[in-house]
């Protein structure tokens, strides 16, 4: 068995030892003589999979107790409509656009009442951070809504906008458990978890209680109102139950890892090396603000596209994969999640050190 570095957006890696794991449990769970894939969700068994799954998330997001937690299915794409189906009670919501996802999810709120753009970082293709210290937004906008992490252009709000009251929806899909969080801030955090925790099929949100009513915009799904999952406990229809078994494996072993506080160290740590050599090298360039810089995506160019495909090609060869860059902006990409190990940093910038020195 050979396994590359993977430095895919998403889904992307997951711990070695996770996938062991379920290797192991896949023709056998615990004893039930069954795989968690073949088994009832109603059962026993699958209750204390979900349940502990949640339990373990609580603890590592610290999560306060008139939070709900809800595995859903649909992607994070499908939270763009149920935000606003749900939570526009006013039929108003300010947006701040800061990359493809952040546009999206403005571009589907519009279509269920009037969405705001209190402040965009389009001019300079999404490549920092607007200020949000003092943002137009309209006194009645039942909610403020960022992206957290820009998961194409690599930029990350490194302070929460000032919402002025207004209630907080962040998607978190690629920054999800990298590293503390204060839920309090927020009214709903939600995220796909095939960026930073586990198989595509699943995404969680995380909401306050008192946003989730029966008062939803009318024609709204049965199965995309928060109530109904919620009332439910994410089990009102079959939910994604090989995918959840897998978060909480990815959950135990974060837990295992020291927390979020151990795992941000961690990220820092990790993305610390390729920023660093990034400002030195004269050969690639990061593409965002410095101060905006995610620790989980980090995009980079040589500036000359014939280079930048051949660096990929080359580092494909050398066991470096899925580093080319979104296919809206080019150039280079190394999605550094929870699960990259430091030594898969370390390589590959020893990898381009070596190019940039055989390709002046
Ligand atoms: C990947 C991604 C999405 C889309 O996720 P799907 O699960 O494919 O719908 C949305 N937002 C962010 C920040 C992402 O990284």
Same mark, same amino acid.
């Given at each position: ?92 919501? =300010? ?6 996802? =952040? ?11 009037? =969405? ?18 003092? &943002? ?57 978890v095939q960026k930073n925790i586990g198989p595509a099929g699943v995404v969680i949100v995380i909401i306050r209680e008192d946003l989730i009513t029966e008062d939803t915009l009318p024609g709204t799904p049965?199965? &995309? ?15 994604p139950a090989y995918g959840i078994y897998v978060c909480g494996k990815v959950f135990k072993w974060l837990k295992k890892m020291g927390g979020l506080s151990a795992m941000k160290e961690h990220n820092e740590?990790k993305a610390k090396i390729l920023y660093d050599f990034l400002d030195e090298s004269k050969m690639f360039k990061g593409t965002v603000e410095k101060a905006d810089r995610s620790l989980m995506n980090v ?18 060869? =050398? ?28 390589? &590959? ?12």
């Amino acid at each position: 068995m050979s396994r590359v570095y993977n430095f895919s957006a998403g889904p992307a890696v997951l711990p070695e030892e996770v996938l062991r794991e379920v290797a192991d449990e896949m023709m056998d769970y615990q004893g039930c003589g069954m795989s968690v894939m073949e088994m009832s969700h109603r059962s026993k068994v699958y209750d204390n999979i979900i349940k502990e799954a949640e339990a373990d998330l609580r603890d590592l997001m610290n999560i306060p107790d008139n939070y709900k937690v809800l595995f859903l299915q649909g992607g994070a794409s499908q939270q763009f409509a149920m935000i606003p189906m749900n939570l526009m009670k006013n039929k108003k919501a =300010a947006y701040v656009v800061t990359g493809q996802w =952040a546009k999206k999810a403005w571009k589907e709120a519009q279509m269920y009442g009037e =969405a705001v753009a209190v402040a965009s970082s389009e001019d300079k293709t999404f490549s920092y951070i607007p200020d949000c210290s003092d &943002l137009d937004i309209p006194e009645d906008a039942d909610y403020v809504y960022i992206c957290e992490n820009n998961t194409i252009y690599g930029t990350k709000f490194k302070e929460l906008p000032n919402t002025k009251g207004h209630t907080l929806v962040a998607d978190v899909s690629s920054c999800f458990l990298s590293e503390p969080v204060d839920v309090s801030k927020y009214g709903v955090i939600y995220g796909g978890v095939q960026k930073n925790i586990g198989p595509a099929g699943v995404v969680i949100v995380i909401i306050r209680e008192d946003l989730i009513t029966e008062d939803t915009l009318p024609g709204t799904p049965t199965m &995309l109102q928060y109530k109904i999952h919620a009332d439910n406990d994410s089990l009102y229809n079959t939910p994604p139950a090989y995918g959840i078994y897998v978060c909480g494996k990815v959950f135990k072993w974060l837990k295992k890892m020291g927390g979020l506080s151990a795992m941000k160290e961690h990220n820092e740590k990790k993305a610390k090396i390729l920023y660093d050599f990034l400002d030195e090298s004269k050969m690639f360039k990061g593409t965002v603000e410095k101060a905006d810089r995610s620790l989980m995506n980090v995009p980079f160019v040589t500036g000359n596209d014939e280079l930048d495909a051949k660096f990929v090609k080359e580092a494909k060869e =050398a066991g470096f994969e899925n580093l080319k860059g979104h296919r809206s902006v080019g150039g280079m990409r190394a999605s550094i999640y929870n699960a990259m190990p430091i030594e898969g940093v370390e390589k &590959l910038v020893e990898f381009m050190r070596e190019f940039e020195k055989n390709n002046q």
